[in-house]
């Protein structure tokens, strides 16, 4: 419509923010319980129908990001045939019988575990897949739920920074702005460590008291039980071991990652179709096809404010509050993702901070590594402030309390804002000691 | 008198010496009360909303969740029958704390006994916040009198004057 009539720029400019913001607030919201994927899509579509973008500009965006796409369905694919091999499973009893009945070192094992599984399979695998697991394992051992079950979701976010596929938001940043794999290391690395230690010490710290006691190893399951088909299960170790060299030699030579995670998904479904492990359609509905939609909305959107110069500006914002310096980068780069991330969850943020970073180019290599590896930093680790979702969803939870509805997930808040702000401020800091 | 008995998978010796004592001056009718907590299936419910997957884990995943909760309370019934034979069982499903006042108002207990919180080794917890929430809450909202019972701890005495 606007695309056909000669509108004042101003008023598409005014128009096209306020239909992003919008789309931003319903995603923090979620009115009338709608799925995020169907806001971000009705914020693209009207969008798309004022001709306040054009379909080439919005195809060529999706274009551009196909990497993060496949990537996506390569990821999730790859996790939810593993799990159907009963790797997961396997890996958990493997933990507890490592830990010679102690819970203490049980506890350890879970870190470790979710840290190799997201390092691997990304944070999605270990938060989706590995709780419910180690929900079930710990249930039978008849320790206490709660700190296996955080150390799960916090060690899921604190160790996807590892490597680039650890994380899909790392996908999106790198996607915009490449960092070969030496760069990525020596800028991620180190801090991941630093913050996963720091995570481990501070909730041996927390839960010191329930950790004292032993498990009795007789209710532990077999780990022959865990894996359902000797042969599948084998075979996916293989390819996995393979992927996860593949996906090492790929950062390094800037290889499309998605390339490698969707050739490992179709050689492990090949492998489950002909040990009759899963089927298709199966294997279709463990992957969440509506995220595709959010994303595709979300691209849509933030390309249209990008057009109107907005994301410019808050980067050049960021660029100032920086003072040109590679602390100020680092620093600004991590609290801005990281606020932003409980604020419209990380996706989004992770969208809106690659185009608002589109005119870091002029800056110095240091304030530009700096604000990369500091945005992905903040929105990989970010999450673990409210865990629970968003800022949004902790202030409905806090309402609910104060009209004494019963309320889960205060206690994942009131941890994780005891601990995320210390990584947080720690791996930051180490992030430019490595400029 | 009628008395529940509170577990938590690691209270069973300590609350059935509470109950000796008291059957020592009165006959006791005993009901012993384990509840599968559902909190922590919440909070796996709202990671997965934050990493945008709705609905749960897949069935198999979740019949499996909930078959190692159901044999956890039956195992720890049990256990619990051990120390208190002629004990009528209850299991529920909910927030501990809630499930403990209203099953205690439905079967009209004269005497609710409930530990601190649970004990997993380690030296006995005295001091301020030793009294974990369930207890905490039902302290504060049962309809009858609460037993609190503690582990013995006096080689934590004397403390500071």
Known sequence: MFFFLSVPEIWKTGLTCFIGLA?????????????????????????F????????????TLIRDWNTFLFFLGMMALSALAESAGLFDWLAVQAARLAGQSAARLFLN?????????????????????????????????????PYLFACTFIADAASFLLPVSNPINII????FPLDLWT??????????????????IFYLLYRKQLTGAFDIQRLPSAEEATKHKGYFRYTCCILAVVAFAYVIASAIQLPLSLIALSGAVLLLIGALSWRQTSLRETASRISWSIFGFITGMFIVVRAIEDTGLTTLFGNWLIHLSGDTSFGAVMVGMAG??????????VPMAVVMVSALGGIQHASPAIQHGFIAATIFGCDLGPNLTTVGSLATVLWLLILRQRNVDVTGLDYFKVGVLVTPLMLLAGALTIWLLL | MRVLVCLDGTNGEQVSKATEILSATQSLTLGIL???????????????????????????REDEMEQAELAAAQD????????????????????????????AAEWQADLVIICPRGEYGGKPAIGPKSVGHVARFVLDHAPCPVLLVRQTAREQFPVAR
């Open chain 1, 110 to 146: 879970v870190f470790l575990l979710g840290t190799l599984i997201s390092t691997v399979l990304s944070n999605d695998a270990t938060a989706l897949i590995l709780t419910p697991i180690v929900y079930v394992l710990v249930t039978k051992l008849r320790l206490p739920v709660l």
């Open chain 1, 184 to 201: 990525f290391l020596r800028l991620l690395f180190l801090p991941s460590l630093v913050v996963i230690v720091i995570n481990i010490g």
């Open chain 2, 34 to 60: 384990y509840v599968i907590d559902t909190g922590p299936r919440k909070d796996i419910e709202h990671t997965r909303e934050r990493f945008l997957r709705r609905p749960g884990p897949p069935r198999s």
């Open chain 1, 23 to 47: 789309t931003l607030i319903g995603i923090m919201t979620r009115p009338f319980r709608w799925n995020e994927a169907t806001i971000a899509m009705v914020g693209a579509a009207v969008l």
């Open chain 1, 49 to 60: 129908l004022l001709g306040l973008i054009t379909p080439a500009d919005a195809f060529l």
């Open chain 1, 337 to 346: 993702a990281a606020v932003g991330t409980n604020l419209i969850n990380n």
């Open chain 2, 76 to 103: 720890v019934l049990n256990e619990g029958l051990r120390y208190l034979p002629d004990a009528e069982t209850f299991q529920r499903l909910g927030r501990p704390e809630r499930e403990i006042v209203n099953v």
């Open chain 1, 173 to 176: 940043i790198t996607s915009r």
